[in-house]
């Protein structure tokens, strides 16, 4: 008997540090509790959470802390790749004991122009080392980060090696016909394709997609589930060019510092504000400039801590 799949919008959390750039996991509890109360799946350790700046102990902590903390695993999809196998084995195979619904997982990206053959071997021997049936996995298609991509072949070559583990994909090509193409090809196979961003949501939920993976769910939760939601419903264009509006004035800034800085302004904490290097944060004209954006477009936040 199949458990039920992890569906709707998830968020990439975005991760708060201290002021020695240690993990704040109190706030960042809280974050992922304000999310779930809003309907949010929680695929943190993912690129906005600034997961490949942080240790496995340190996202070894971060699983460990949510499920501790009380907040429910079924709808947790954490991030567990990474370029060294051992580490990926180890955080998936938490992940698994832990009972969350399946776990996100990047190709090994530090050697470029990689092939098939070697990308179906590191997923292949991490199956068999973390060896449970309760494994899913999710594969991560980022090529304009990663800049090693997850090929339609390859993943055919992998629903057909592990029909059960290769749960689906979160699609960050960016390229709708990419994202397309999955749907059509292996949708009817229980494939579940999740956007990479609620810019294709509903294009991908009207291709039998089940929901999407985005950085903005950090900020516009509500909005977006709502669409989630209601996609079959008459105003459903019209919610998803509220959605993008948003979304646009979101990326004409670095993402990742762009997210802070919206959670900093309506917790009213700049402890949010803090970035890892090598990435930094806002500059106080582009804060200035993103909140007076967001508050022209009508948008807030509520309920943060």
Not at 13 to 37: G, H, M
Not at 183 to 190: A, I, K, Y
Not at 200 to 205: D, E, G, N, P, S
Request: some cysteine.
């Amino acid at each position: 008997m199949m458990s039920e799949r992890i569906k709707g919008v998830l968020s990439p959390v975005v991760t708060p540090f201290r002021e020695d750039l240690s993990v704040d996991l109190p706030r960042f509890i809280d974050q992922c509790k304000w999310l779930q109360s809003n309907q949010i799946g929680l695929a943190f350790l993912g690129t906005n959470s600034e997961a490949n700046s942080l240790s496995p102990q340190e996202r070894l902590e971060m699983i460990e802390a949510l499920v501790q903390a009380g907040l429910n695993p079924k709808g947790m999809m954490p991030g567990t790749g990474g370029c060294d196998l051992p580490s990926t084995v180890r955080l998936t195979q938490r992940a698994v004991e832990l009972g969350c619904a399946g776990v996100l997982m990047l190709p090994p990206f530090y050697y470029k122009g990689v092939s098939d053959e070697g990308l179906y071997r590191y997923f292949s021997e991490v199956i068999q080392r973390v060896a449970d049936d309760r494994l899913k996995i999710y594969l991560y298609h980022i090529p304009p980060v990663a800049q090693v991509g997850i090929t339609l072949p390859l993943i055919e070559r992998l629903l057909k090696s592990y029909p059960s583990v290769i749960a689906g994909v979160k699609d960050s090509s960016g390229d709708w016909q990419n994202t397309q193409a999955m749907l059509e090809r292996f949708g009817p196979q229980g494939f579940d394709v999740f956007a990479g961003s609620e810019t294709f949501l509903l294009q991908t939920l009207r291709g039998g997609g089940a929901g999407c993976i985005s950085a903005t769910a950090n900020v516009n939760a509500v909005a977006i589930h709502g669409l989630y939601q209601n996609w079959k419903g008459p105003d459903a264009d019209a919610q998803q060019r509220g959605l993008d509006r948003i979304r646009q004035i979101f990326q004409s800034f670095p993402m990742i510092p762009a997210l802070k800085s919206a959670i900093a302004h309506w917790s009213s904490n700049d402890d949010w504000l803090r970035l890892r290097p090598p990435l930094t944060q806002l500059s106080p004209d582009q804060h200035r400039d993103l909140i007076q954006q967001l508050e022209a477009a009508g948008f807030s936040i509520t309920g943060l801590r």
